[in-house]
Structure formats: structure tokens, C-alpha cells
């Protein structure tokens, strides 16, 4: 079966500073990985997606996540967060063999960015 | 607005009374999701419909959850005999993508509180 872990619940970071996200996953067949992020009082949204070809993908608020196949790996990276970077953040494995297109999250981090 | 809807925002019942929770997809999406999202559980899958059929219901905790959805469009999610451990934030989801490729589209999410 397949399963996400996110390795901190919870990130602190002081604005303009670079942050990492940890993410690893679980998997006997190849994968589809996600991040998704939950502003406050909102719902989750795409952010970004590793489907196949280049193993590093962004998204268009700079956010970045390398897809690293032999530490089963997918951690996202900003290099300078901004206060309005703070939400939940949530990784994600597609659930392949079943075909039904549902998504295996993980626990979620929670990005706290302070001035 | 063109985005999945879902009904009631909150909602606050007692103990062994019956609810339920409504899910307005997007347009055309033939694929509808319902979630779980407890504090510090992360995303937990309930059940996934491909039309008004549910080819996947793995994740149903028992047999006081059931869903439906009809004319390929509106779902509602009813949770019988409500216990405490059923407060949680229930999230619906809505695709039309290939499966597997992960565009998933939430609502923001129907929060129960079981007294």
C-alpha cells in the first residue's frame, strides 16, 4: 500500500528566509506526487505536481519540489518565503493501481512565516 | 461561482442524531471525492463516485457513513447515529482529468461538530 509521511508538523521561518518541507512516500509501482497548500479559511489547492519527464518542478509562486526516486523523496523548497506563505501544506501520492484518480496525503506542515 | 460548493459550512449536532452533507461539484467533473480532515490526521479518504456509481468506498469507517450521487453531479454524504469522533472538517473534491493525474478541485469543506 501506499503511504505519505511529512516529517514536521509544523515550520517556523522568519520572512525572507529559505524553507524546506520535507516529504517521503511510500510505493511498489511508480507514482504521481503533489503539493497542495490550505491558506486559513480556505480550500486546498494545487500548487504543484510530478507526473513525469523533469524531476524538478515549480510552481508559480516560486515554490519548488524535487522528485528523488531512490530516497523516495519529494520535499518542497522556497528560497524566500513571504508572510502570505503561511498555510498548510499537504504532499500527496496518487493512488495508482486502483485507477480511481484518488490522492494519499500526508499528514500536512504547517508553514508559519514571521516578520 | 464555478468552483465545487458544499453545504452546510458548519454544523453542530448532538450525539446519535443523523446528518447530512452536500457536495455541489464542478460542472462536467464526472469524478467526485469526499475527504476527512481531522486535527493532526491529515487527509483521509472516504469514498470516490466516477458518475453516480462508487467504485471505491474503502474508506467509509463503518456502516453509519454512506453516500450518494445522483444525476452525475450533486453527492451527499450522510453520517447516521453521529458519535464524538465524527467531528472533523469533510471535504469534497471534484476531477476531470484522467485519473491519477491529480487535479483534484475542493470545497472548502463542511466542519462537524458532534456534542
Known amino acids: 500500500a501506499q503511504s505519505v509521511t511529512q516529517l514536521d508538523s509544523q515550520v517556523p521561518v522568519f520572512e525572507e528566509a529559505p524553507v524546506e518541507l520535507r516529504c517521503n512516500y511510500s510505493?511498489?509501482?511508480?507514482?504521481?506526487l503533489f503539493w497542495y497548500v490550505q491558506y486559513p479559511n480556505q480550500g486546498l489547492q494545487l500548487l504543484l505536481k510530478?507526473?513525469?519527464?523533469?524531476?524538478l518542478v515549480e510552481s508559480i509562486n516560486g515554490f519548488e519540489a524535487e522528485f528523488n526516486k531512490s530516497q523516495t523523496s519529494f520535499h518542497l523548497r522556497k528560497p524566500s518565503v513571504h508572510i502570505s506563505d503561511t498555510a498548510e501544506y499537504f504532499c500527496?501520492?496518487?493512488?495508482?493501481?486502483?485507477?480511481?484518480?484518488?490522492?494519499?496525503f500526508g499528514q500536512g506542515t504547517t508553514l508559519q512565516v514571521k516578520p | 461561482g464555478a468552483g465545487v460548493s458544499q453545504s452546510p459550512s458548519n454544523k453542530v449536532t448532538e450525539k446519535g442524531k443523523d446528518v447530512e452533507l452536500r457536495c455541489d461539484p464542478i460542472?462536467?467533473?464526472?469524478?467526485l471525492y469526499w475527504y476527512r480532515q481531522s486535527l493532526g490526521q491529515g487527509l483521509e479518504f472516504l469514498i470516490y463516485?466516477?458518475?453516480?456509481?462508487?467504485?471505491?468506498k474503502s474508506g467509509l469507517p463503518s456502516d453509519r457513513f454512506s453516500a450518494e450521487r445522483t444525476g452525475g453531479s450533486v453527492s451527499t454524504l450522510t453520517i447516521q447515529r453521529t458519535q464524538q469522533e465524527d467531528s472533523a472538517v469533510y471535504l469534497c473534491?471534484?476531477?476531470?482529468?484522467?485519473?491519477?493525474?491529480?487535479?483534484?478541485?475542493f470545497g472548502e469543506g463542511s466542519r462537524l461538530t458532534v456534542l
Open positions: 473534491a471534484s476531477s476531470y482529468l484522467a485519473p491519477g493525474t491529480g487535479e483534484l478541485f
Open positions: 510505493s511498489s509501482v511508480s507514482v504521481y
Open positions: 510530478y507526473l513525469s519527464g523533469s524531476t
Open positions: 500527496a501520492v496518487s493512488d495508482l493501481p486502483s485507477n480511481t484518480g484518488k490522492l494519499i
Open positions: 460542472s462536467g467533473h464526472t469524478a
Open positions: 463516485f466516477q458518475g453516480n456509481s462508487a467504485p471505491d
